[in-house]
Structure formats: C-alpha cells, structure tokens
Nanobody, 115 residues
Framework: QVHLVESGGGLVQAGGSLRLSCAASGIIFSINNMAWYRQAPGKQREMVASIRRSGSTDYADSVKGRFAISRDNAKQTVYLQMNSLKPEDTAVYYC?????????WGQGTQVTVSS
C-alpha cells in the first residue's frame, strides 16, 4: 500500500523560500510520475508541479518560474523548492502520483505565507 509523508512546511514571509519533501513507500517510485498538489481553504485541490520518471517537469502557470520540483529515486523522495512565495501560495501541500493520483494521500504539510 502506498504511503506518502510530506514535510518541510511552515510560516514564512512573502518573498521567502521553503523546501518541501515527500517520502514515498509501498510503490516502485522510479517508474511513477510524481506531483505536488495544494489545497487552500475553500478551494479544490490543484496540481502545481509534476515530474515524470524521465525527469521532465511541468508547472501550473501560477507557480512557473518560482517553484522547482525534483526527485531522488534512490531515496524515493520528491522535493518542491518554493521561492518568491506569495500569500496566495498558502495551502496544505501534498505529493502523489501525477496525474492520476493514488487513492491514498498523505497528511500534507501546511505552508502559510504572511504578507
């Protein structure tokens, strides 16, 4: 069974940076395309960045140029480097397969950006 554990969130001022990590187990990590999603209060969960098993990446327009997704297959971990954070980036961040996420989600990590 897939198990995803996100970490690295916190409270940061606008313009600051955070690096999120997500450790995966129960899957053959290297063959899966992975992604970071976020869900802000009162909004639907959205995918903000994805990385294919080839290493190629895609980003939502709202984070393009500010966020960078990467992966370490040996550690079965996916990362999200977030720079130039804005208050509208405030959300709970999750990782999962992307697209077509697994049914099981981790607990997420809260990112709060103050203005």
């Amino acid at each position: 069974q897939v198990h995803l554990v996100e970490s690295g969130g916190g409270l940061v001022q606008a313009g600051g940076s955070l690096r999120l990590s997500c450790a995966a187990s129960g899957i053959i990590f290297s063959i899966n395309n992975m992604a970071w999603y976020r869900q802000a209060p009162g909004k639907q969960r959205e995918m903000v960045a994805s990385i294919r098993r080839s290493g190629s990446t895609d980003y939502a327009d709202s984070v393009k140029g500010r966020f960078a997704i990467s992966r370490d297959n040996a550690k079965q971990t996916v990362y999200l480097q977030m720079n130039s954070l804005k208050p509208e980036d405030t959300a709970v961040y999750y990782c999962n397969r992307g697209p077509n996420p697994f049914d099981s989600w981790g607990q997420g990590t809260q990112v709060t950006v103050s203005s």
